[in-house]
T-cell receptor, first 110, second 113 residues
Framework: DAKTTQPPSMDCAEGRAANLPCNHS???????VYWYRQIHSQGPQYIIH???NNETNEMASLIITEDRKSSTLILPHATLRDTAVYYC???????????FGTGTRLQVFP | EAQVTQNPRYLITVTGKKLTVTCSQN?????MSWYRQDPGLGLRQIYY???????DKGDVPEGYKVSRKEKRNFPLILESPSPNQTSLYFC????????????FGDGTRLSIL
């Protein structure tokens, strides 16, 4: 499975968009990009995933570059409750396993 | 409501006293997995199961057992707990396939004295 690189921490003002980057330069054509978040010590929460196309759901948008070597998770209007550690995970098509890295700690401030 | 339920949520016990952490899901998922989370080490997979009666080791299986007699349940068994198994544990489940997101339980915090 491809490895991912994320900044260790980011800040965002409440109400603004939070853009969380992820590099996955060794991703292969059949590997999905997944995003999860973990609020304090709660269970990881699934946010969104994609293969090639950009995706949007009620929580966030996922923008994947054309070469698929990087992606950005967008929380359009961050709230204090979005303060969490965000994990970008690349998952192969021959495995159900998720490999968590260290993620990005997003702090949303008032 | 679709969910993964773990019990207990918190447990303090002593070395050597067998314990079981239960995990149940109501989504008819084939795949289930156990993770442990430790400071500085992130989430690591302990065991997983791809269907009933099919289980396999993850990255850190030593000191743990699992069983999958029914599709909905995937208990984690510590036959002789030791202090190095003090950790935060999560159970997860999903349908099979890399396009299927995993859903996690709320976690079980174990302290082994």
């Amino acid at each position: 499975d491809a490895k991912t690189t994320q900044p260790p921490s980011m800040d965002c003002a409440e109400g603004r968009a939070a853009n969380l980057p992820c590099n996955h330069s060794t991703i292969s054509g059949n590997e999905y990009v997944y995003w999860y978040r973990q609020i304090h010590s709660q269970g990881p929460q699934y946010i969104i995933h994609g293969l090639k196309n950009n995706e949007t759901n009620e929580m966030a948008s996922l923008i994947i570059t054309e070469d698929r070597k990087s992606s950005t998770l967008i929380l359009p209007h961050a709230t204090l409750r979005d303060t969490a550690v965000y994990y970008c995970i690349v998952r192969g098509d021959n495995t159900d396993k998720l490999i968590f890295g260290t993620g990005t700690r997003l702090q949303v401030f008032p | 409501e679709a969910q993964v339920t773990q019990n207990p949520r918190y447990l303090i016990t002593v070395t050597g006293k067998k314990l079981t952490v239960t995990c149940s899901q109501n989504m008819n998922h084939e795949y289930m997995s156990w993770y442990r989370q430790d400071p500085g080490l992130g989430l690591r997979q302990i065991y997983y199961s791809m269907n009933v009666e099919v289980t396999d080791k993850g990255d850190v299986p030593e000191g743990y057992k699992v069983s999958r007699k029914e599709k909905r349940n995937f208990p984690l068994i510590l036959e002789s707990p030791s202090p190095n198994q003090t950790s935060l544990y999560f159970c997860a489940s999903s349908l099979r396939g890399s396009n299927q997101p995993q859903h996690f339980g709320d976690g079980t915090r174990l302290s082994i004295l």
